[in-house]
């Protein structure tokens, strides 16, 4: 198991940990979401009614979030596994910010169940945003080798920076960013372990935590990425 998703599992559940899951269960295409005042009242009263007592310990607080997670992923799809990945240290070094972590997340039953819905709801949002983003960073069809290059580079820089803008490359960062580019080229049709290969390779102990890569590195990371897919450089200039 990675090291940097360790804080994002739930009870050791792979299916129910963010960073390992596929595009396809996270792809707002894909998995519709249906969201009204209703449905968030009834959410929210669930939530409310499962939060642990104010003196509970850290074991009823994980078992809380776990089975936040689990109630989630059931009723609206494994991509709400994500709610929870917070930006920094306590988060596992996610893009969630109406989160942080049990200890200091989990309060009055009323207040943390909002918290849990706005994080639920922030996370779809950048679900989509990332929708958005890659389908307008991807390569064109029909595209030759040199073209495909240069928007495979272009799309690694802008996603890289994107992620490290968004949780302030923060504790942990790269983790997300590793996942974000392997939805990425999955979305453009590439199987899931080719992408994590690949990514792997391009990004593997480059970034640090509490540490923003340079303009350099981030361009360096974008061409190995997309030399090693394509075999070609891409175009220096357009």
Not at 35 to 59: F, H, K, L, N, R
Not at 110 to 125: Q, Y
Not at 129 to 152: K, T
Not at 190 to 201: F, I, L, R, Y
Request: some cysteine; hydrophobic content about 40%; charged content about 25%.
């Amino acid at each position: 198991m990675r090291a940097r998703f360790w804080r994002n599992t739930t009870a050791i559940n792979y299916e129910l940990a963010p960073a390992w899951l596929p595009w396809s269960a996270v792809d707002p295409d894909r998995n519709a979401f249906t969201w009204d005042e209703a449905e968030a009242s009834e959410i929210t009263t669930v939530i409310a009614s499962m939060v642990p007592p104010d003196d509970a310990g850290w074991e009823e607080k994980y078992r809380f979030t776990t089975e936040v997670t689990a109630l989630l992923a059931t009723r609206y799809g494994r991509w709400a596994c994500g709610w929870h990945w917070a930006v920094g240290e306590g988060g596992g070094g996610g893009v969630v910010t109406h989160w942080c972590c049990n200890s200091h997340s989990i309060g009055r039953p009323a207040a943390t169940a909002a918290k849990v819905v706005a994080s639920l709801l922030e996370w779809r949002d950048w679900l989509e945003e990332l929708a958005e983003r890659f389908e307008q960073l991807a390569p064109p069809a029909g595209a030759n080798a040199e073209d495909h290059s240069w928007h495979l580079e272009r799309a690694a820089t802008r996603l890289v920076t994107v992620v490290m803008d968004r949780t302030g490359a923060e504790c942990g960062w790269y983790g997300l960013c590793h996942t974000v580019l392997t939805w990425f080229l999955s979305s453009t049709g590439m199987g899931a372990e080719e992408a994590k290969d690949a990514v792997d390779t391009a990004i593997g102990g480059r970034f640090k935590s509490w540490t923003a890569p340079s303009r350099t590195l981030i361009d360096a990371e974008g061409e190995d990425l997309a030399v090693d897919l394509t075999g070609v450089q891409p175009y220096r200039e357009r």
